[in-house]
């Protein structure tokens, strides 16, 4: 299930240059790009990844992770192949880093995607799991429909993506949470060969030029990400660009894929970065991989009461007056 691409111009020699995202890859007759899944034959781009989702899954959407979008809610949930990053730690390779060949996977289309979120009475899709924005010709055909049943539009996502692809693959959506990997250029380099710069414009447009409901997802690694003082400089770009009050969420890495000599991220790393975070000024951190119930309960930042419990992806009690805490503090949470 093939369709003509999105964003992407012919070139000399046959080849044609993707637009997508910003590797801007140059892809020859016969020829995929970096993600694997945008194909060029005979001088045109093709989706390959079109209908071909690996599967569905139901998952709580505190599993994204979004706690302030829909809270308690469960979200039908899929990706398909590829990738547009290398990350060497991927926690999903095995699905990121394969072809469509090469990958078991059904075949629907739009419409049946938002049967199924309906069959499942789930209020929204989340598009995950490996990037979505490379599959972004098939969101955008889900989503139109899902829209018109009054059925939210989620993506998880690595904000790598150019600004003339972005405004229209975003439009759709409802919500997103952005994985920011870490604040150095070196990191994103040498570990997922790509660029900080354009997922910090991505995360700054997002606050600046939409209403798309953000939260952003940083995952520690020993050794690579977990200095307190760069997270410090991360939390401090946050709040200076995209305010105090975005959701952040600390997760703990395993061993994987290219990194298997690493160890997991010990819990008081997870914990400490999120004390931290709120002592310089974040106003709702968590945690995630780690079972942390305070670490994933919602706290009202002015009287400090807990608003919205948590034991890993459950919720256990919702403490809220509409968007209000009892003390009056104005909460910004998402409901159906």
Known sequence: MKVLAKWWEPIKSGKVLCTLCPRYCKIGNGQTGFCFVRKNEDGKLYQMAYGRPTGFAVDP?????LNHFLPGTSILSFGTAGCNLGCRYCQNWDMSKAKMDNLKSVKVTPEEVVQ????????????????????AEFILDVAQLARKEGIKNVMVTNGYVTPEAREEIFSL??????????????FYHKLTYSHLSDVLDTI???????????????LLIP???DDFSEIKNMVDWLIENVGD?????????????????????PHRTITKARRLAMEWDMKYVYVGNVFDSEGQTTFCPNCHRALI????????????EGTRCSCGQEIPVVWN
């Open 61 to 65: 959407i505190e599993k994204k992770p």
């Open 116 to 135: 199924i979120a309906k069959k499942n009475n789930c209020p929204g899709i989340a598009y995950t799991y490996n990037e979505p924005i490379i599959f």
């Open 173 to 186: 959506i409802d919500g997103v949470n952005v994985d920011l990997k870490a604040l150095s250029e070196q």
């Open 204 to 218: 700054r447009w997002f606050h600046d030029e939409t209403d798309v409901w953000m939260e952003i997802t940083n």
């Open 223 to 225: 050794g690579y990400n």
């Open 245 to 265: 009050e975005v959701p952040l969420h600390f997760t703990a890495f395993h061993p994987d894929f290219k990194m298997l000599d690493v160890p997991r991220t």
């Open 309 to 320: 419990e948590r034991s890993w992806h459950s919720v256990l009690k919702v403490d809220l």
